[in-house]
């Protein structure tokens, strides 16, 4: 704590969404913004917005001849381009800011293990970067989320199962249609897991689905409908 006061004195740190000076108690909020987070609740609900729209996704691209079962989805934040909050899935994207990611995602993590439809989730898969962008950034912001959510699952991190064959565009502002075309056929399986019983796809934030749509088609493709697979971010997009 005196150490902590010590730094904070000669560097403050500051809340990541209204700026204020951090107390040597306080994280990455102050305790008025902690007590306003945006939390979506989405593990509390098995069909929730997030989930309906992913699944109605996976509905519209499913082969033909095969089910598909329900698959579960949640995110610990909204995330809304006019909410301040939006600084903090944006400070662990694009400011470095891995310990803000961390704490949040072990926040998420509590909260999935908390929730009867994630409970058997034993395999934890980060939606991988290319590797020229993960080495631009230094790290992959869906692969520190994930290693959190797999620790407070007591679940495997599968982080080189999946990979990108190719950097695509940012889909920051692509609409619904172009999300999807960016990401068909990008990532692909380096190596089977062993067997999985349920798998929990990762990523930083859920905007249309595309990317993790494209995910779940990998794996299912390789692994089968026994395997259960669900997807979790640190946020969802509010339009």
């Not at 999946?162 to 960016?182: F, P």
């Amino acid at each position: 704590m005196v150490l902590q006061a010590l730094a904070d004195l000669l560097l403050p740190r500051t809340c990541l969404v209204c700026g204020r000076i951090l107390g040597a108690r306080e994280k990455h909020l102050c305790i008025w913004c902690e007590e306003d987070l945006p939390f979506t609740y989405y593990w509390e609900q098995i069909h929730n917005p997030m989930a309906n729209e992913l699944n109605a996704l996976l509905e519209r691209y499913r082969p033909k001849d095969e089910s598909m079962s329900y698959v579960f989805a949640a995110a610990l934040l909204f995330y809304h381009h006019e909410n301040p909050y939006k600084q903090i899935p944006q400070a662990l994207k694009y400011r470095g800011n891995r310990l803000a990611g961390q704490y949040y995602a072990a926040q998420m993590g509590r909260y999935l293990a908390s929730a009867t439809q994630f409970k058997d989730v034993d395999l934890v898969i980060p939606v991988p970067l290319h590797w020229y962008r993960k080495w631009r950034r230094g790290y992959n912001q869906a692969e520190i989320i994930a290693k959190e959510l797999a620790s407070a699952l007591g679940a495997r991190l599968g982080a080189d199962i999946l990979y990108r064959v190719r950097r695509t565009r940012t889909q920051t502002r692509l609409d619904a249609e172009s999300r999807l075309k960016n990401v068909a056929n990008v990532f692909r399986i380096r190596h089977r897991p062993s067997a999985p019983h349920h798998i929990l796809i990762v990523d930083d934030t859920f905007t249309t689905g595309a990317t993790l749509s494209a995910c779940y088609f990998v794996l299912r493709s390789a692994l089968g409908p026994h395997v259960r697979i669900s997807v979790a971010t640190l946020s969802v997009v509010q339009n």
